[in-house]
């Protein structure tokens, strides 16, 4: 897997209940698959550490940076993921993808989350993408 921020490799990292997570090797974005979203939902205050390290373990800096990139390909499964803000944390952003509903965060984005965010976020997530609902009223009106 390939990071779609910087291009370098992903490496998969072990994260929480035997599932893992990709993690680039040069940029530490980490690449979260919908499986894993579930446990985050479930396991909230266990991430983003797992037993023996810290997954989001990228320096915050080099996230905000990359942050400003907005348009990237999903390292899952290739589609063009969807850039989406997190309620009260308006300065994150994040890429959701379309397709296989796997969510980006940029180094530091998802310590930065489990320190101002609860559950409520990642439930969210797993209602999927809303965006059908929003070119639907855009059409009709
Ligand atoms: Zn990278
Ligand atoms: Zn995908």
Redesign the pocket.
């Known amino acids: 897997m390939k990071c779609p921020k910087c291009d370098a490799q992903m490496t998969g990292v072990a994260a929480l209940n035997g599932k893992s997570v990709d993690r680039c090797d040069r940029c530490h974005g980490l690449f979260v698959s919908r499986d894993v979203l579930h446990l985050l939902e479930r396991d909230w205050f266990l991430w983003p550490e797992s037993e023996t390290h810290n997954v989001d373990s990228g320096d915050p800096a080099v996230g905000e940076r990359l942050d400003e990139i907005g348009k990237i390909d999903?390292p899952?499964?290739?589609?063009a993921m969807t850039p989406i803000s997190v309620p009260d944390q308006p300065h994150i952003w994040l890429e959701q993808?379309p397709?296989?509903e796997?969510v980006f965060f940029d180094a530091g984005e998802l310590t930065d989350l489990r320190y101002h965010t609860m559950a409520d976020w990642a439930r969210d997530f797993l209602k999927g993408p809303r965006e059908e609902a929003d070119i639907k009223s855009r059409t009709q009106a």
């Open positions: 999903c899952g499964c290739g589609a993808c397709a296989c796997g």
